[in-house]
C-alpha cells in the first residue's frame, strides 16, 4: 500500500520496461532468498522489506498505466485481460506446487520459480514491452474510428499530467473507493494468505 504511489509516479515519469526489469529482478531475488531461508524473521525481513518493491515494480500499478497508454479504444477490454491473467494465476499455480511439494520440496520450488522469472519471464517481458504504440498503431487503439485523435482528448492520454495529489485527494468518490476497496482486499489477502492453516485446523 505505502509502495504503490510512489511507483505509480515512476509510472507516469519513465517508461515500463525499466520498471517491469527491475520488479521482475527484485521478485526472482525474493523467490531465491525465500528458497535459502533458515529462520522466521527472515522470511518476514523479506516480506516486509524486499517484497512489495518487487511486487508493486511487476504488476498492476505499472501494467495498468502501460495498458492505458496503448489503449482508448476498448481499454476495458485491455485491462480485463489483465486481471484475467492475474487470476488464472491463481488457478494454475496452487495445483502445480501441490503436484511439485512432495517430489521437489519447498525450496526447490521457490528457486525454481526465481530461475523462470530471471531467465524466462523477464527476457520476454524486455523484448516485447514498449511504452507507447507507433503513430500509426496509435490512430487504432486510442479512438474508435482511428482518426482525430487529439480532437476527442486523447492527445495527451498517458502522458503524466491531469490531477495532482491534493485534488485527488479532496473528492469524495476517491475516499469511497478506499473505503470500499480496502476491506474488502484486506479480506481476501487474510483469507488468501491463511486458508492453508483454516483447513488444516477443520
Do not use: C
Not at 25 to 43: C, L, N
Not at 53 to 82: C, D, E, H, K, P
Not at 167 to 182: D, G, K, M, P
Request: glycine residues 12%.
Amino acid at each position: 500500500a505505502l509502495m504503490s504511489p510512489v511507483i505509480g509516479t515512476f509510472a507516469d515519469k519513465y517508461t515500463a520496461r525499466p520498471l517491469l526489469a527491475a520488479g521482475l529482478i527484485g521478485i526472482s531475488i525474493f523467490y531465491f532468498a525465500i528458497g535459502g531461508v533458515t529462520a522466521s524473521w527472515q522470511i518476514i525481513a523479506l516480506y516486509a522489506l524486499l517484497a512489495p518493491l518487487a511486487l508493486t515494480l511487476s504488476t498492476a500499478v505499472v501494467t495498468n498505466a502501460l495498458i492505458s497508454r496503448w489503449f482508448v479504444r476498448r481499454l476495458g477490454l485491455a485491462l480485463g485481460l489483465s486481471s484475467f491473467g492475474i487470476g488464472l494465476a491463481g488457478v494454475i499455480l496452487p495445483p502445480l506446487v501441490a503436484y511439485l511439494l512432495p517430489e521437489v520440496g519447498w525450496r526447490m520450488i521457490w528457486r525454481g520459480g526465481a530461475l523462470i522469472v530471471a531467465l524466462l519471464i523477464m527476457p520476454l517481458v524486455v523484448w516485447v514491452s514498449r511504452s507507447r504504440p507507433t503513430e500509426s498503431e496509435g490512430a487504432y487503439y486510442l479512438s474508435s474510428d482511428g482518426k482525430a485523435v487529439k480532437a476527442q482528448g486523447h492527445g495527451a492520454h498517458g502522458s503524466g499530467g491531469g490531477l495532482s495529489w491534493r485534488e485527488v485527494a479532496s473528492r469524495r468518490n476517491f475516499w469511497l473507493l478506499v473505503a470500499i476497496y480496502l476491506p474488502m482486499m484486506g479480506l481476501y489477502g487474510g483469507v488468501g494468505q491463511n486458508l492453508a492453516p483454516f483447513v488444516a485446523n477443520h
